[in-house]
């Protein structure tokens, strides 16, 4: 019986250590596009494109969004690779008539944005890139640069 319940007793701390080795990735898993940009933003048809490098190395996401009521779109960059650490993340969005931009771009942990611009009526195109510091210089990119999800 003592046997058995120090096994359970170490089978519980190392789980408990495994849960807690990297709350980096708890944190991160806690930001959703919706969360970043805000009530009444939903995400839209082609609306979320992988951030890779050009082997195909996958380090987050780039997010484009939509409030309705508002007319207002909405991108995010969310970090799946290097999560915690502060590496450049950007986010873009640019509308087409009338022609404006926003970027959102620095040393983030978690995520680059919201980046948000009225958009009803008007054709976009958005972009992100998450460039890792030092070990691996290779730049992610990813989103879609040209025109669509107009109206």
């Given at each position: 019986m003592l046997?058995?319940?120090?096994?359970?007793?170490?089978?519980?701390?190392?789980?408990?250590?495994?849960v807690m080795a990297n709350p980096a990735h708890a944190v991160a898993a806690a930001y959703t596009p919706e969360?970043?940009?805000?009530?009444?933003?939903?995400?839209?048809s082609d609306g979320s494109r992988p951030v890779k490098t050009s082997s195909g190395r996958v380090y987050g996401r780039v997010y484009l969004l939509y409030n309705r009521?508002?007319?207002?779109?909405?991108?995010?960059?969310?970090?799946?690779s290097f999560v915690g650490t502060g590496t450049y993340v950007s986010a873009w969005l640019e509308t087409k008539a009338p022609r404006k931009s926003a970027k959102d771009a620095k040393s983030y942990r978690y995520y680059a944005g919201p980046v948000k611009l009225y958009a009803k009526d008007s054709c976009v195109a958005y972009w992100g890139v998450i460039k890792p510091n030092g070990h691996d210089p290779q730049a992610a990119t990813g989103g879609r640069n040209t025109w669509g999800n107009c109206g």
């Open positions: 046997k058995s319940t120090k096994r359970i007793i170490i089978a519980a701390t190392l789980s408990a250590g495994a969360s970043v940009c805000g009530a009444g933003f939903a995400r839209v009521t508002t007319g207002y779109n909405c991108v995010t960059t969310i970090k799946s």
